[in-house]
Nanobody, 120 residues
Framework: QVTLVESGGGLVHVGDSLRLSCAAP?????????MSWYREIPGESRDLVAR???????NYADFVQGRFTISRDNAGSTVYLQMRDLKLDDTAVYYC?????????????WGQGTQVTVSS
């Protein structure tokens, strides 16, 4: 069983910055995986925030464009989400995901989530 471990969440104020980390076990061979951050507000769907593929190409949700940056450290088996200019609407549980799809199968792993709360 693969476990991703998120950290770095907390209580911040509007306009603050925060960096989330997601540590993957060395056994995962993270280099091959597409790594993503999602967020979920209670009662709503889990939405994609940012994605980085194995080649380092990134995609962002419109609501975080220019404010959040996703990056990966394959050697350290860690993916980061740098969040700047946080807004009240960024309050959510943030989840890390590792995804790999090959002809022979699909691998999909999630972390337990880390709470980010933005207050005024």
């Amino acid at each position: 069983q693969v476990t991703l471990v998120e950290s770095g969440g907390g209580l911040v104020h509007v306009g603050d910055s925060l960096r989330l980390s997601c540590a993957a076990p060395k056994s995962l061979r993270m280099d091959d995986y597409e790594m993503s951050w999602y967020r979920e507000i209670p009662g709503e769907s889990r939405d994609l925030v940012a994605r980085i593929d194995s080649g380092g190409h990134t995609n962002y949700a419109d609501f975080v464009q220019g404010r959040f940056t996703i990056s990966r450290d394959n050697a350290g088996s860690t993916v980061y989400l740098q969040m700047r200019d946080l807004k009240l609407d960024d309050t959510a549980v943030y989840y890390c995901r590792a995804f790999l799809e090959l002809d022979r199968g699909t691998w999909n792993y999630w972390g337990q989530g880390t709470q980010v709360t933005v207050s005024s």
